[in-house]
């Protein structure tokens, strides 16, 4: 399965400290073998922010590598949904937990916290779990789609109609997250499903990209680099640089290159082995 996706995935990650910044808060992780990517924004004084960030992704790509090492992620778990379901979601809780936990008993860490978005690919399919206003596009043929919708005070007055899109991009607001990672005790973590195309192009990326760059530029540059993610990936940086970098920017990209449906076989005797075993 591993191999499977290897050649099925082609990813490049980016991450840049921006033109304005002291660091780097943003976290990326990227697993082709395993179809795992992870991108965390953090916010906190001093450092707190940077070390939220590197835990989420550090915690949750480990937890995942090892959880996935011998049953399948569409394997039906007990209430019917594939097991990646409960793999994102606990992996996620446990991370929340952790940070939190560090923030409370570490004064320089208090109230510390993270953006996530973070994707498992497998069988032909994406799950996707999202907390704050780290983002999911999808291309498909010529059209940029957002696969996930903030956790923010701006996208609430969206929706309900106090300003307009185009109002929503000169707004104070556009920073406020209504949910973190690390921030309380317990988190509200989103997690939805999407069917995956051949030529599809995925990109993860933090408020540092899309708060500079506007979606169409996103959409022409995928569009036209698509066939070169690590080209794609670095033009995509260059130009949240070249438009002021006023936050720290990253961006992972993943083009779908062929199919990747699971092999049943294969994924039964690791999953017999691996009950077994306990």
């Known amino acids: 399965m591993a191999n499977r996706l290897s050649e099925a995935l082609e990813i490049a990650v980016r991450t840049d400290q921006g ?23 953090g916010m906190g004084g001093y450092s707190a922010g940077e070390v939220a960030s590197n ?40 991370a929340n937990e952790s ?14 916290g993270t953006t996530l978005v973070a994707a498992l690919f497998y069988d032909n399919r994406v799950s996707v779990v999202h907390i704050g206003d780290s983002r999911l596009y999808r291309l498909r043929g010529s059209e940029l789609c957002a ?9 609430e007055q969206i929706d309900s109609g106090m300003i307009t899109l185009a109002e929503a991009r000169y707004s104070q607001n556009r920073n406020l997250v209504t949910r973190a990672l690390g921030v309380d005790r317990q988190v509200e973590t989103e997690l939805n499903d999407f069917p995956v195309q051949v030529g ?15 979606d169409e530029d996103i959409r022409v540059t995928l569009q036209s680099l698509g066939s070169d993610v690590e080209r794609a990936a670095a033009q995509l940086v260059q130009m949240a640089n070249d438009k002021g970098g006023r936050d720290n920017v990253s961006v992972i990209v993943i083009k779908v290159s062929r199919e990747y449906p699971a092999s049943r076989s294969l994924w039964a005797r690791l999953g017999n082995c691996f009950r077994k075993g306990r």
């Open 99 to 112: 940070i939190y936990n560090a923030a409370f008993m570490q004064p320089q860490y208090a109230g510390m």
């Open 19 to 41: 033109r304005v910044r002291g660091h780097n808060e943003d976290a990326v992780f990227a697993n082709p073998g395993l179809g795992v990517v992870i991108l965390a924004d």
């Open 200 to 214: 599809d192009i995925y990109l993860l990326c933090s408020d540092g990209l899309n708060d500079m760059v506007e």
């Open 147 to 155: 696969m996930t919708r903030d956790h923010s005070l701006l996208q």
């Open 55 to 94: 835990m989420a992704t550090m915690l949750i790509s480990s937890e995942l590598e090892a959880a996935l090492k011998c049953r399948a992620p569409e394997e039906a778990d007990e209430d019917g949904r594939p097991y990646a379901h409960r793999c994102l979601l606990e992996k996620v809780a446990l």
